[in-house]
């Protein structure tokens, strides 16, 4: 059985480095999708949202790079074009999005991916002893369970 250079096995980390490439893409769509709600933002409601979307965009550009960093360490090689990102991903570009409620709401359905995703990789990480991907993708779902109810006390 063939190891990478943290010791786990190559054949059973090369899918769990396809599932966090297709999470790669997820949180580049999402990245950029949020920047344009930073931009676009009008109403009432303006100064808060444009700062809280700005706080959400700095926070996922931190983890797509956290990400790409663990495809490294696991040895693969993190999808790196936006043409990739735009074809694997399971979230769409919203563009022109003006309004705030329907800003958080993509915001909300595109945690809703990731956090499944993030369930899904915490299970596969576990079964080949990957403790680095279930730490990491664990401190994501905390933080995003605990966005999510944020933002959706603001639609109340």
């Known amino acids: 059985m ?4 943290i010791g786990l096995n190559k054949q ?3 899918t769990l480095v396809d599932d966090l490439n297709q999470l790669l893409a997820d949180y580049q769509i999402l990245y ?24 959400i965009y700095n926070d996922l550009v931190l983890k797509v790079d956290e990400i790409a960093e663990r495809i490294l360490t696991l040895g693969g ?25 329907e800003a958080v709401g993509n915001i909300l359905s595109a945690y809703r991916v ?10 596969t990480a576990a079964d080949v002893d990957d403790e680095g991907t279930v730490s990491l993708m664990s401190d994501y779902i905390s ?3 605990k966005e999510s109810w944020m933002l959706n006390a603001y639609l109340q």
Do not use: C
């Not at 090689?77 to 563009?95: C, G, I, K, N, Q």
């Open 2 to 5: 063939e190891k990478n250079m």
């Open 12 to 14: 059973q980390t090369a």
């Open 32 to 55: 950029t999708n949020v920047r344009g709600y930073h931009w676009n933002i009008k109403g009432r409601d303006f100064f808060e949202l444009h700062a809280k979307f700005e706080e």
């Open 77 to 101: 090689t993190p999808v790196h074009a936006f043409s990739r990102y735009l074809e694997m991903s399971d979230l769409e570009e919203t563009l022109n999005v003006s309004n705030g409620t």
């Open 114 to 123: 990731l956090l499944t995703k993030q369930r899904q990789i915490v299970k």
């Open 143 to 145: 933080q995003q369970e």
